[in-house]
C-alpha cells in the first residue's frame, strides 16, 4: 500500500463539566481519511502552545477546521467583542503562531471556515465581527433550526477569480457553495489574493501569494459530504496533491 500523507487538524479547546477537552469535528477527520487519503493527526491546543516548528517538519499538510468559536478580536482589531460571542483563547494562541510557522515551512495548508479567518488574522487582515449587520452586506448565517442537511445546503454563488485555483478546479466562472458563517474578511491581509467573492462582494476565498507554498482557504464548509460534491471534492484533491508532493520529497 503506497504511504498516506499525515495531516495535522489543530483541536478546538472546550469545556465538558468541569475539565477541559481537545476537540476536532469528526466531518473534518473523515474528510481528511476520505477525500485527501491521509492520516489525521489531531494537534492539541495547549497553553503555553507546543514547539510547533518541530511539529511540521514532521507533517505533510495542515487543515484549520471550522468551529462554533471565532477569533478575540483583540488580535485583529481593538473592538470589544459583542456580548454572547463564543471564543476559544487556546485555539487562538496556537493557530494564529501555526499558520505563519507553516508557511515559512512550506507546509501545505487547507483552510475552512474560522480557518480562513484564522489564515487573514495570522497574516496581519481583519474581520467584520457582524457581516449581516455591515451595509451591502447579506445575511451568510444558516438557520440552526434546520436539519443539518438543510444547513449545509448549496446557499449561494461564489464568482471564481480568473487564473485562480478554485476557477480552475470548478471549471466555470462561478459555484454554488453552503454558507453557515456570521464572521468574514473586513481588510485582507498582505500576501493574499482572492480567489472567489459572493454576490454582496464578501471575499470567500483566498490563497496564498507564493508559487512555492500552497495555501487555499475558503468560507464555505466543503468538508460536508465530500464525496457527494465534484467541486468540493476537487479541493482536497488539490489539496492532498501538494501533501504528497511534500511527502515525498521529506522521504
Known amino acids: 500500500m503506497p504511504r498516506a500523507p499525515l495531516i495535522g487538524l489543530p483541536s478546538d479547546r472546550k469545556m465538558v463539566g468541569a475539565h477541559p477537552f481537545q476537540c476536532v469535528g469528526e466531518k473534518y477527520i473523515s474528510a481528511a481519511v476520505v477525500a485527501a487519503e491521509a492520516?489525521?493527526?489531531?494537534?492539541?491546543?495547549l497553553q503555553p502552545?507546543?514547539?510547533?516548528?518541530?511539529?511540521?517538519?514532521?507533517?505533510?499538510?495542515?487543515?484549520?477546521?471550522g468551529s462554533p468559536s471565532n477569533i478575540e478580536p483583540h488580535h485583529y482589531s481593538g473592538e470589544v467583542s459583542y456580548e454572547g460571542n463564543l471564543h476559544d483563547a487556546a485555539r487562538?494562541?496556537?493557530?494564529?503562531?501555526?499558520?505563519?510557522?507553516?508557511?515559512?515551512?512550506?507546509?501545505?495548508?487547507?483552510?475552512l471556515c474560522r480557518g480562513l479567518q484564522e489564515v487573514n488574522v495570522a497574516l496581519g487582515g481583519s474581520l467584520h465581527q457582524k457581516v449581516h449587520e455591515q451595509p451591502g452586506f447579506d445575511d451568510h448565517r444558516e438557520n440552526k433550526d434546520d436539519p443539518l442537511d438543510r444547513q449545509y445546503a448549496p446557499s449561494h454563488a461564489v464568482h471564481l477569480a480568473?487564473?485562480?485555483?478554485?476557477?480552475?478546479?470548478?471549471?466555470?466562472?462561478?459555484?454554488?457553495?453552503?454558507?453557515?458563517?456570521?464572521?468574514?474578511?473586513?481588510?485582507?491581509?498582505?500576501?493574499?489574493?482572492v480567489e472567489a467573492t459572493a454576490?454582496?462582494?464578501?471575499?470567500?476565498?483566498?490563497?496564498?501569494?507564493?508559487?512555492?507554498?500552497?495555501?487555499?482557504?475558503?468560507?464555505w464548509h466543503?468538508?460536508?459530504k465530500v464525496?457527494?460534491?465534484?467541486?468540493?471534492?476537487?479541493?482536497?484533491?488539490?489539496?492532498?496533491?501538494?501533501?504528497?508532493?511534500?511527502?515525498?520529497?521529506?522521504?
Open 162 to 193: 480568473a487564473g485562480g485555483i478554485l476557477r480552475q478546479l470548478a471549471g466555470s466562472d462561478s459555484v454554488m457553495v453552503n454558507s453557515l458563517h456570521g464572521q468574514g474578511i473586513r481588510a485582507l491581509a498582505p500576501g493574499l489574493v
Open 39 to 45: 492520516l489525521p493527526v489531531l494537534l492539541p491546543s
Open 49 to 65: 502552545a507546543l514547539d510547533w516548528a518541530q511539529m511540521l517538519d514532521r507533517l505533510d499538510g495542515l487543515i484549520l477546521t
Open 92 to 111: 487562538d494562541a496556537n493557530t494564529l503562531g501555526l499558520v505563519r510557522l507553516a508557511i515559512a515551512h512550506q507546509v501545505p495548508v487547507l483552510a
Open 222 to 224: 466543503p468538508e460536508w
Open 227 to 251: 464525496a457527494e460534491n465534484p467541486f468540493y471534492l476537487a479541493i482536497f484533491h488539490a489539496f492532498a496533491d501538494a501533501c504528497r508532493q511534500r511527502m515525498n520529497q521529506r522521504v
Open 199 to 219: 454576490p454582496d462582494g464578501l471575499i470567500e476565498a483566498v490563497r496564498l501569494d507564493r508559487g512555492d507554498t500552497f495555501l487555499l482557504a475558503v468560507q
